[in-house]
């Protein structure tokens, strides 16, 4: 199993900076890609970024150059980070930590665990 555990977010005006953090326990050597979503009210979740395990990013449209995320990964756990800059109200919502492994029963599948989700919110 994996623990998610999230940590940032608040309240911030537009155009200022916020960072999340979120720590991975467990079994942490078999998940890739850590990443962030969000989910607005009314919306659907969706991928704000995500990592591998080799360093490469990926990024939603919306973020793209305000937003970056990192990692840092130890023996015994893994950080995924989200530095928020030039934020907007439309980057309002809660923010959840997302880990993937992907296991052979037979069959591929891919494992989704989540943090608790911290929130977001940017007011204009």
């Known amino acids: 199993q994996v623990q998610l555990v999230e940590s940032g977010g608040g309240l911030v005006q537009a155009g200022g900076p916020l960072s999340l953090s979120c720590v991975a326990s467990?079994?942490?050597?078999?998940?890739?890609?850590m990443g962030w979503y969000r989910q607005a009210p009314g919306n659907r979740r969706e991928l704000v970024a995500d990592i591998d395990a080799h360093g490469m990013t990926n990024y939603a449209e919306s973020v793209k150059g305000r937003f970056t995320i990192s990692q840092d990964n130890a023996n015994t756990k893994k950080t995924v980070y989200l530095q928020m800059n030039s934020l907007k109200p439309e980057d309002t919502a809660v923010y959840y930590c997302?880990?993937?492994?992907?296991?052979?029963?037979?069959?591929?599948?891919?494992?989704?665990?989540w943090g608790q989700g911290t929130q977001v919110t940017v007011s204009s």
């Open positions: 467990g079994t942490i050597f078999t998940i890739n890609p």
């Open positions: 997302n880990a993937k492994r992907t296991i052979s029963d037979g069959e591929w599948k891919t494992l989704d665990y």
